[in-house]
């Protein structure tokens, strides 16, 4: 029996040995397949950190920010004897966010005293130099600059030039918005008072605090999700930078990473300045307020260097959440955590007790707001982008800072705004048109260089969508008819402003085989009309009987010259302005005209500089003769009288005084365009007014874009058209009936303009009084 039993014991023995050495086995190839997984996943988070690294430093160490375009208006230049009110000076420092003070002591301050404006002006970097900051005393003496005074030199001054308002920028598809600083540009305050709010132990972690993470999870235990980051800056600025603001897990884990890294690669004076461009301060409609460079203008409309302690709190305090404590909306929120940040910064030593209770004691200070200069004049700022892409690419403009020095006048685009609102709502009501449905699109230059002054692409003048301006292209009507008079007189056929033409019916076979039977617009025959006065009174008939007589090639022709480069039909309707253009395309016909058959395309752009600013291009005045400079110097003179004695007549009356402007009227069938092309001694200007559905308005040019012109030009300050004949021409007495030479005592003579050698010969005696009918038909 004992030994059966020893037996069967070692049986069982033999039997549990092998199973413990399978067991033992099994643990080890567990143990074996636990450190594979682990070394690969230890291969995978490095490679993945690898990868984290390679994102932070290939982002980092190149372009960190798209930087967006700025865009500039003309600088304001002012010389003793210039027409310029104080009004409009006061209206111009209002748009430079100049401010009212008792006692001007900084840059962009102000003061008036009687006559005179006691101002510090602001330093700025232009294309052709640096302007510093001055001390001036500007007087203003019956609507003109009387003088300008250097306080700083106990000088006079032949100009001044003061920095130009900012009127728009070119922003990336994030809408991100700022103002790179550099840490030496960054009040030491700021920075400290940054880094106690937000992370007062930045100077010494390395890149994350493990006590804030683990304040942090419990705060999220408790709660059930995630409620709170506890983060570093160096976290924050990797949140902002890199990564999304969604609450996970796995965020968390990339930041935490990723904020390592950072402090591994870049010093902490680095990675400071970085999170001073980058963290989030503020909204401004559609712009993305980042960094404090940026949000001090905002805010203040001052440089960083020149906040006081409160301001500086504030800014500070808005890193908490810059919505929520936004001091335009939620003033007493703002006031709260701006005290709180002052109370910090007195506990920490930064500011004294006294300083903080002082700073607190005051307002906060903040700037009225003004509405986005992104959107404050979406047309030109359409026509400023298209002219820069000849150039540019679209990612230079949202991403390289580029400065951008335009030609708009704010006085005269404020003025356009202004009037053509008006003038709509008004036609509106008199011609009881369906209210919102009329619209109108206007373009002004200087007359002297094409510089674009302003432009409106809608009723609504802040709308950024379909810009009339540039692409509404409508008939043009009677504004075509000067080319074909032009054409005329610069031919060697004789034509001159007096040359009769005969106004009776007329009927014209088309190739099609119907008969075209063109209609003046008072539906009259008017038989011999002088070649002024027919264009004087717009009448079609004689206006179709002189272009088929020059030939549609030879219009054509002229209408290129003039700078059209659109598809015109050579039809005998073109002479009546069945040609299709833009408000710009006319704009540019015009200007030609204007120069005296100098052709200089439109512009909007002056200069533009680099980040750095340095000139990387100039768009210097181009000018090219291309017509007869005599010949357009009898046009013109025959625009005047459109508007002396022609259809443009109320111009005259709306104005009230003596302006010789040159213009055109233009209107088009069952009257669904209504427009006026004119020109003044400084100004141009072309207005358009009309349906989208291309519905009849009930408006000719005369009752409707003329006085839209008509109060524009008075408001905006257009000065006198005084011409003078070039070479080779000479002025003699006319009589408009026989159209032959007379003397200046006869009670019907009119003074003409002449190509040398083409007035008429000899001079003939005086007619007789018998003409009245002539005298009320013409107003002679």
Not at 35 to 43: G, H, N, R, T
Not at 146 to 167: A, C, E, F, K, Q
Not at 450 to 468: K, M, P, Q, S
Request: glycine fraction near 8%; aromatic fraction near 8%; include cysteine.
């Amino acid at each position: 029996m004992p030994a059966r039993r020893a037996r069967s014991g070692n049986r069982r023995a033999g039997s549990r040995r092998p199973r413990s050495r399978r067991q033992a086995s099994r643990r080890r190839r567990l143990l074996r397949l636990l450190l594979i997984v682990l070394a690969l996943l230890m291969l995978v988070l490095a490679a993945y950190t690898l990868y984290l690294d390679f994102v932070i430093r290939k982002q980092f160490e190149g372009r960190r920010w798209a930087l967006p375009a700025r865009v500039y208006a003309r600088p304001l230049e002012l010389y003793p004897g210039k027409a310029f009110t104080a009004r409009r000076f006061e209206r111009e420092l209002q748009l430079l966010g100049y401010h009212r003070v008792d006692t001007p002591q900084e840059p962009g301050s102000w003061t008036q005293i009687g006559d005179a404006y006691l101002l510090i002006t602001r330093p700025f970097v232009f294309w052709d130099g640096k302007e510093p900051s001055r001390r001036v005393r500007v007087v203003f003496r019956n609507g003109r600059v009387g003088s300008l005074h250097d306080m700083d030199t106990s000088r006079g001054m032949d100009l001044l030039r003061l920095d130009p308002v900012l009127i728009g920028g070119f922003i990336t598809s994030r809408n991100e918005d700022r103002v790179l600083v550099r840490l030496n540009e960054v009040p030491p305050l700021l920075v400290r008072a940054l880094i106690a709010i937000e992370d007062r132990d930045f100077y010494r972690h390395h890149g994350i605090t493990l006590r804030g993470m683990a304040r942090a999870l419990w705060a999220n235990l408790r709660a059930g999700r995630t409620v709170q980051g506890g983060s570093t800056l160096t976290q924050q600025l990797v949140k902002n930078y890199f990564l999304s603001n969604r609450r996970t897990l796995w965020r968390k884990f990339n930041e935490v990473i990723m904020a390592l890294l950072l402090e591994l690669h870049y010093d902490k004076n680095d990675i400071i300045e970085s999170y001073m461009n980058e963290v989030y301060l503020g909204q401004d409609g559609r712009r993305a307020i980042h960094g404090f460079g940026l949000a001090s203008h905002f805010y203040f409309n001052r440089p960083l260097k020149r906040l006081r302690v409160e301001q500086i709190a504030l800014l500070v305090g808005l890193v908490k959440g810059a919505s929520y404590y936004d001091p335009r909306r939620h003033p007493q929120r703002a006031l709260k955590r701006r005290n709180l940040v002052l109370r910090e910064m007195a506990g920490r030593g930064l500011i004294t007790q006294g300083v903080a209770l002082a700073a607190s004691r005051r307002g906060l200070g903040v700037a009225p707001h003004r509405h986005s200069s992104l959107a404050r004049y979406p047309a030109f700022m359409d026509l400023v982008r298209r002219q820069l892409r000849r150039d540019y690419r679209e990612e230079d403009l949202t991403s390289e800072g580029l400065r951008i020095f335009t030609t708009l006048d704010p006085h005269v685009q404020e003025t356009a705004e202004r009037e053509l609102a008006l003038r709509i709502t008004a036609l509106e009501r008199a011609y009881r048109l369906p209210r919102g449905k009329l619209q109108g699109a206007m373009v002004i230059t200087r007359t002297s260089n094409a510089e674009v002054l302003a432009v409106i692409g809608d009723r609504r003048v802040r709308y950024a969508g379909f810009n009339r301006a540039l692409d509404a292209v409508r008939q043009v009507g009677s504004l075509i008819k000067p080319a074909v008079y032009l054409t005329a007189l610069a031919s060697d056929k004789g034509f001159t402003l007096a040359t009769p033409l005969r106004d009776s019916r007329l009927r014209i076979r088309t190739p099609q085989g119907d008969i075209w039977e063109p209609q003046n617009y008072d539906r009259r025959y008017h038989g011999d009309v002088p070649l002024y006065l027919s264009l004087a009174h717009s009448y079609n008939i004689p206006t179709v009987r002189l272009g088929m007589q020059l030939g549609t090639a030879a219009v054509i022709d002229t209408l290129r010259r003039l700078g059209v480069r659109r598809y015109l039909p050579p039809y005998p309707s073109l002479f009546l302005g069945a040609a299709r253009l833009s408000p710009i395309e006319v704009t540019q016909m015009y200007q030609t005209l204007a120069g005296g058959g100098f052709r200089t395309p439109v512009r909007a752009i002056r200069a533009v500089l680099d980040k750095s600013s340095k000139p990387l291009r100039r768009y210097p005045l181009t000018v090219e003769q291309v017509i007869d400079a005599r010949a357009v110097y009898l046009l013109v003179r025959a625009l005047q009288e459109v508007v002396r004695q022609g259809t443009a007549r109320p111009v005259v009356t709306i104005i009230g005084r003596p302006l010789m402007a040159a213009g055109k009227t233009g209107t088009t069938d069952d009257l669904r365009d209504s427009w006026f092309a004119g020109f003044t001694g400084n100004y141009l200007g072309v207005v358009w007014l009309g349906m989208d559905d291309n519905s009849p308005t009930r408006l000719t040019g005369a009752t409707g874009a003329l006085r839209v012109w008509a109060h524009v030009m008075r408001e905006a300050g257009a000065t006198p058209l005084r011409l003078r004949p070039p070479q080779g021409v000479r002025e003699v007495w006319i009589d408009p009936v026989t159209g032959q030479r007379t003397s200046d005592g006869c009670d019907t003579a009119v003074r003409l303009p002449f190509v040398t050698d083409t007035e008429p010969e000899p001079v003939v005696q005086c007619r007789k009084r018998n003409n009245k009918w002539w005298k009320r038909l013409f107003g002679l």
